[in-house]
């Protein structure tokens, strides 16, 4: 499949890309730039690709669905948990704009050298990756509008909802139902699941 007849596929088919600026963005990042070189002939197909230590890239459906399911406005701060390869986190640094941030965290050294390597392509000054840590998120950088995890937990991680704006939007992946978490205010919360996805538990080590 070529790059066209994927954001195609996305527009017709799965029609995830109904909403004009995630379609922007999609045209824009291109998923071949952050595929491992054994799938780069595999970049378009609209499936899971692999990328180290058993983890995987997005499939492309899923992906546009949790952005659209996310919301990122120009000039928002965002919390990406787990950046991979760095796909996600520039997708996520233009829905962003230069008035936005996005901040990444990778507990994988490997991994978080490609991410950065990978989103030095596109000269993003808006995104900044660290080290993960046993603590959730970075609290330091925070309140965030938009949190994103894109690996299985067991239960809404409390902290990041702690560093979650009032009115900002968190999505995670919860028992296998991704999840979609709107803080009302400091004490309720909106919630919304849609099962049917797969997803890869977090790594903490």
């Given at each position: ?64 669905f949790i952005l659209e ?137």
């Amino acid at each position: 499949m070529t790059r066209e007849e994927l954001l195609e596929r996305l527009r017709s088919e799965t029609k995830v890309l109904d909403n004009p600026e995630i379609e922007r963005v999609f045209s824009l990042v291109n998923r071949a730039d952050f595929v491992h070189p054994d799938y780069e002939f595999e970049a378009y197909e609209d499936y899971p690709l692999p990328i180290a230590d058993g983890e995987s890239m997005l499939q492309p459906t899923t992906a546009a669905f949790i952005l659209e399911l996310l919301g990122t406005e120009i000039g928002d701060l965002v919390l990406q948990i787990g950046t991979g390869t760095g796909w996600m986190t520039t997708l996520l640094s233009y829905l962003a704009g230069h008035e936005g941030f996005v901040y990444g965290t990778e507990i994988r050294p490997e991994l978080k050298a490609e991410s950065l390597a990978n989103v030095e392509k596109y000269d993003r000054a808006n995104i900044g990756i660290e080290d993960a840590t046993n603590d959730w998120g970075l609290p330091k950088s925070g309140p965030y509008n938009r949190i994103l995890v894109t690996s299985a937990v067991e239960e809404i991680p409390r902290e990041l909802l702690d560093q979650l704006a009032v009115g900002g939007v968190l999505v995670v992946p919860v028992s296998g139902v991704l999840t979609r978490i709107q803080k009302v205010n400091e004490v309720d919360i909106d919630m919304a699941e849609y099962p049917g996805f797969s997803f890869e538990p977090l790594l903490t080590e």
